[in-house]
């Protein structure tokens, strides 16, 4: 998947499908890209694993120094926009 082509709303959705992977929980009704993380159950670790998932899909590579700072699906998009292709 591009990330040149997602809005908002699209990688919301891809989110919210990379978090019901890695957790096994749906995303709670009314979470925006600008909603803590922590609203999802999503902690240091699982952030990572989510991150992974992410990578995948979008055949990029997320700088780890960038990790410890995304607290927001938001920062997560950021991330993924600015990551090297693989």
Do not use: N, Y
């Amino acid at each position: 998947m591009e990330t040149t082509t997602l809005d908002d709303e699209k990688f919301c959705r891809v989110l919210s499908e990379a978090v019901h992977e890695v957790t096994g929980e749906s995303v709670p009704e009314g979470f925006t890209l600008d909603s803590p993380l922590g609203d999802l159950g999503v902690d240091s670790l699982t952030r990572m694993e989510v991150v992974t998932v992410l990578e995948d899909r979008f055949c990029v590579r997320v700088d780890s120094e960038l990790l410890p700072k995304v607290s927001t699906g938001r920062h997560l998009f950021d991330a993924i926009r600015t990551a090297d292709r693989i």
